[in-house]
């Protein structure tokens, strides 16, 4: 069985001394609520993919990322088996919310809605996608 290998980062800013995590909604059906993920490439390292991915993701350049927080192997919806990397990475934007078209391969027609929620329980994210929040908030 071939293992894809994932990379999500957990993009948190402080905001009136509250820690803040970056979640996004997209314009297809059925998607969730989500965090910024994506596929590691051949010859990327997960730190490489990671940083590589948010950009195309959300459009912000200021990150700092803080470190991997966890890693693991799950079973993606589709049956296929992933090793996913999980990253806390900071931002200093003061957006509150803001769109973005992905300029990742095979994102053509994508949008994204990014806003920021405060609590684990603000929001029902995707299946895996808040497996390690509660090590950030």
């Known amino acids: 069985m071939q293992v894809l290998e994932k990379a999500f980062g957990y993009i948190t800013r402080n905001y009136d001394d509250r820690i803040q995590v970056l979640v996004f909604e997209q314009n297809t059906e059925g ?9 590691i490439e051949d010859g990327e390292t997960p730190l490489e993919a990671v940083i590589r991915e948010m950009v195309e993701e959300t459009g ?11 890693q693991d192997y799950a ?9 996913r990397y999980f990253f806390h990475l900071t931002s200093n934007e003061s957006q509150h919310t803001w769109q973005h078209n992905p300029t990742g391969l095979n994102e053509g027609n994508l949008q994204f809605t990014f806003y920021w929620i405060e609590k684990e329980h603000d929001v029902e994210l995707a ?6 929040l509660y090590r950030i908030v």
């Open 75 to 83: 079973e993606h919806y589709s049956g296929a088996l992933q090793k």
């Open 31 to 39: 998607a969730g609520i989500q965090i910024p993920k994506g596929t």
């Open 60 to 70: 912000l350049t200021n990150l700092e990322v803080q470190g991997l927080i966890a």
């Open 127 to 132: 299946k895996g996608h808040g497996d390690y």
